[in-house]
Nanobody, 125 residues
C-alpha cells in the first residue's frame, strides 16, 4: 500500500496562495488516481480536487473551481494542489488520498485506498 505524506500547509492571509505537495512511496503511484480532501473544524471531510493517473482528467469542488489546481509529477511520485485567492473558509486540514485502480478521477472518500496524515491550512482575514 502507498504511504502518503503531505506538506506545504501553513498560515496565509486571505487572497494569498499556497502549494500543497503529497509525496508517495511505492511503485504503483503512476497508476494511482489521486485526490485532495479537506476537513474544517466541526465539519465532515469534503472533496476538493481529483486527478486521474495520467493527469488528463481532473475534477474540482464547486467551492474551489477556478482558484485551485491539481497536478501531478509521476517521475517524482508527487501530486500537488496549487491554491490561489485563498479565503478564510478554505481553512481546514487538507488530506491527500490515493486509489490504486481505475482510469478516471474519483470524488468520494470511499473510492480511495490510502490516506495521508493531513496538513493544516489556515487563512486569516
Amino acid at each position: 500500500q502507498l504511504q502518503l505524506v503531505e506538506s506545504g500547509g501553513g498560515l496565509v492571509q486571505a487572497g494569498g496562495s499556497l502549494r500543497l505537495s503529497c509525496a508517495a512511496s511505492g511503485r504503483t503511484f503512476s497508476r494511482c488516481a489521486m485526490g485532495w480532501f479537506r476537513q474544517a473544524p466541526g465539519k465532515e471531510r469534503e472533496f476538493v480536487a481529483a486527478i486521474s493517473w495520467t493527469g488528463s482528467a481532473t475534477a474540482y469542488a464547486d467551492s474551489v473551481k477556478g482558484r485551485f489546481t491539481i497536478s501531478r509529477d509521476n517521475g517524482k511520485n508527487t501530486v500537488y494542489l496549487q491554491m490561489d485567492s485563498l479565503k478564510p473558509e478554505d481553512t481546514a486540514v487538507y488530506y491527500c488520498a490515493a486509489r490504486e485502480t481505475g482510469w478516471t478521477r474519483y470524488s468520494y472518500e470511499y473510492e480511495y485506498d490510502a490516506w495521508g496524515q493531513g496538513t493544516q491550512v489556515t487563512v486569516s482575514l
